[in-house]
């Protein structure tokens, strides 16, 4: 059964840290290119960040650029969101998604393209 389980959200103050992870199964990761998703109650989801198949390509949204760095560890099949400097509206619900990759550079952040969605991990940044 193809599965994506994120974890490492949580309570977080202003200018902290966190890692989320988003590990898989079911299914061969290389094949797939990632992104993360957030999404505020009340609010569309919106791409956070892609990274391609190969871990070649990645993008970012531009209020996270320079703060957040998307990773992936095939071996492992999990891909990472590693947060820096959080901010109270990075606060949100986050998903990984995989889309099926028809190329090795293939990166997007559009929710209509995914395929598969894990159920999201809460990060909230507060003091």
């Known amino acids: 059964q193809l599965q994506l389980v994120e974890s490492g959200g949580g309570l977080v103050q202003p200018g902290g840290s966190l890692r989320l992870s988003c590990a898989t199964s079911?299914?061969?990761?290389?094949?797939?290119?990632i992104a993360w998703f957030r999404q505020d109650p009340g609010k569309e989801r919106e791409g956070v960040s892609c990274i391609s198949a190969s871990g070649s390509s990645t993008h970012y949204k531009e209020d996270v650029k320079g703060r957040f760095t998307i990773s992936r560890d095939n071996v492992k099949s999990t891909v990472y969101l590693q947060m820096n400097s959080l901010k109270p509206e990075d606060s949100a619900f986050y998903y990984c998604?995989?889309?099926?990759?028809?190329?090795?550079?293939?990166?997007?952040?559009?929710?209509?393209?995914?395929?598969?969605w894990g159920k999201g991990t809460l990060v909230t940044v507060a003091s």
């Open positions: 079911g299914f061969t990761l290389s094949y797939y290119m």
């Open positions: 998604a995989a889309a099926v990759a028809s190329s090795q550079a293939m990166c997007l952040m559009s929710s209509n393209g995914m395929h598969y």
